[in-house]
């Protein structure tokens, strides 16, 4: 049975249309399909999908993300890779069903692959935590990507996860410093790393297996330091205001490719990426094919390097670096330097002059 969204009637209706036309039996009598009808209805779905998805708000995009039928991490992994090794254990706590992870080939060579998984079913969902990760699963991820980088293996992390566990037992067994630690392990790993955000990517629980050479996201996938209901709780105490708080927070994967945030969009099928799932396939596989192509002709220190500055180039483009495409250095543009620390001294002047006044009148009084 498939799911629809509130904002998809209309598609499901035409759907629906199309089902029974294909059965003959259950159209009064019938006893053969009406091809024409079918054609006629086939091609009002597809404008109305067009329709739909060409105009969706950042609200829209975030139901989308989060739909049910989405392919998951485990869907990807075991359709894009051979051989896939799972591993297990942060050798300190236990095991976190939340997030696959083991080495496999890919095009041949070898990978480490790391999965945030929310399941397909409840009782799936519930096993793996709805995708949202213990301090175990991120110890569990930092053991092996440094094994990986000890090994020269490449690094592809597949992002769906509406952010770390926050519950009482995940915080006593240091759930900040277990993403604090991900993060700096990420970035200092000498090995190739990218990242594909498939749906949800949340808060800390997405940046801690995000921070990567690469950050591609899925065409109506979002990323966000907070969901939009949780901004909403927080700005304007009502939680029904999401919308304001998705359009605010810039999630969608073009607001962020504008921003520099990401590296890449992987288009999606006509409808989400739900609908055709080898299609998504097809893509995702150009994409990681051509991202380990280019890494193959860099060294460790110049891929450590173009991840470095990579992130500190985000939101640089109006400051005072004078080569942002070295950024290592962290040279500063000694003129326009010169010229804001002259205009700040003019500022303090007047300040200090301004309460030198004032003063001087209170004891006159």
């Not at 993060?183 to 200092?188: H, N, R, V």
């Not at 969608?252 to 520099?260: E, F, G, R, V």
């Amino acid at each position: 049975m498939k799911n629809y969204l509130n904002f998809e009637t209309d598609i499901k209706s035409l759907e629906n249309e199309i089902e029974k036309l294909k059965d003959p039996f259950n159209q009064r009598g019938l006893s053969e399909v009406d091809t024409d009808t079918i054609s006629k209805t086939q091609k009002e779905l597809d404008e109305k999908l067009k329709s739909v998805y060409s105009n969706l708000d950042p609200w829209q995009t975030t139901m989308v993300a989060r739909h049910e039928d989405r392919p998951k991490s485990k869907f990807f992994i075991d359709n894009l890779f051979e051989d896939f090794v799972p591993l297990s254990g942060d050798r300190y706590y236990g095991e976190d069903k939340s997030v696959l992870t083991g080495f496999a080939k890919f095009n041949g060579d070898s990978v480490l692959v790391i999965g945030q998984e929310k399941g397909e079913d409840l009782d799936s969902r519930i096993k793996r935590n709805f995708g949202m990760m213990r301090p175990e699963g991120y110890r569990k991820t930092i053991r092996l990507m440094e094994l990986a980088d000890k090994f020269n293996i490449p690094i592809i992390s597949f992002i769906d996860t509406p952010g770390a566990y926050p519950g009482v037992g995940a915080e006593e067994r240091g759930q900040a410093e277990a993403i604090a630690k991900s993060i700096e392990c990420c970035m200092k790993l000498k090995v190739p790393t990218i990242a594909i955000v498939i749906g949800e990517g949340g808060s800390g629980g997405a940046i801690a297996l995000a921070s990567s050479n690469k950050v591609i996201m899925l065409e109506n996938a979002i990323y966000s330091v907070i969901s939009p209901e949780g901004c909403a709780t927080i700005l304007w105490r009502d939680p029904k205001k999401m919308l304001d708080a998705a359009k605010a927070m810039k999630l969608s994967a073009k607001d962020l490719l504008d921003l520099q945030i990401i590296d890449e969009i992987i288009s999606e099928p006509l409808g989400g990426a739900h609908r055709d799932k080898n299609y998504m396939l097809k893509n995702i596989k150009e994409s990681l094919t051509k991202n380990l192509e280019s890494f193959k002709l860099m060294s460790s220190e110049e891929i450590y390097n173009n991840r470095k500055n990579k992130f500190l180039k985000i939101g640089r483009n109006k400051g005072f670096i004078s080569n942002l495409e070295d950024l290592s250095s962290l040279k500063s543009d000694n003129k326009n330097l010169n010229q804001i620390l002259k205009s700040k001294k003019v500022q303090v002047i007047g300040v200090s002059f301004i309460l030198a006044s004032m003063i001087l009148l209170f004891y006159l009084l």
